[in-house]
């Protein structure tokens, strides 16, 4: 296989798939949504912080405007990606005292993802979720270690204004088409805290904090014997409610060539 064509494979597949905070799927057939039957919102008032934030979770895993209870469950549609419109669900199937693991279900296929509950918030431990789920549906495979985690991904509370980051350094191994190369890099998110807004998305209507997420990936692919680095920068808008979690993100970019303009939305969730 050519170079000019392996860079383009491998440049498609990780720039897509690190288009947000936590990341998209690459370039795919179009995927039929799961049909979920909505649930309906919490009638329940959540506890609430020192500061008045409603919160779910225990210990150091409680958090204002991410839940963290065994069994909540969060159900997403995405239009506009470059792999089409999809849907998938999201479910904290395990909470500890120091972390929790949240599974995602895309079509037939689970994957996991860790996350540490640390003073200063919650941090992703992993990649996970739809790419990941995504990426084994098709002839293209990564696995990727974290060599390294440092920042946060949702800080114990979070007001308008606040800046935070997070960081991992990666290594693994990607096969394409049956055929293995190596993987290495890092990926730096920046958040921002914008501000309060109403949003209306299929679950409801919300008063939402706004935070930008710019998301930096340089990575180096070994494959066939040549070496393609891969870099991508790439800004996404997500909108968090307090005691429900994120329920819009929107974005647009530019994958080889191709623009798009990506929006998920909760379709409907349920917390225990």
Known sequence: ????????????????????????????????PQVTEPESPQTEAPAASEGGLPVQG??????????????????????GSPAGEYSFTDTISAVRDDGFTLSTQFNNLTRTQEWACREEGLVALQFGGAPAALLDAQNMQLSLE??????????????AGDQWQHNLDLQG?????????TAEGNAQTNFTAVGNE?????AGTFDAMKIQIDTTLNMTVSYQGLSVPVSFSGPYTYWFVQGVGWVKASGTGTAEGTSFSETIELQSYSIP
């Open 1 to 32: 296989m050519e170079k000019r064509k392996i860079n383009s494979i491998v440049s498609l597949l990780l720039t897509t798939i690190f288009l947000t905070a936590c990341s998209f799927p690459t370039s795919a057939p179009t995927v039929e």
């Open 58 to 79: 225990e210990g150091l895993c409680s958090n204002a405007y991410y839940p963290v209870r065994q069994g909540a469950t969060w159900n997403y549609k995405s239009t």
């Open 146 to 159: 974290v060599n390294n985690v440092s920042g946060v991904t949702f800080p114990d509370e979070i007001n």
């Open 173 to 181: 191994s990607m096969t394409i088409l049956g055929q293995q190369g």
């Open 198 to 202: 109403s949003v209306t998305v299929p």
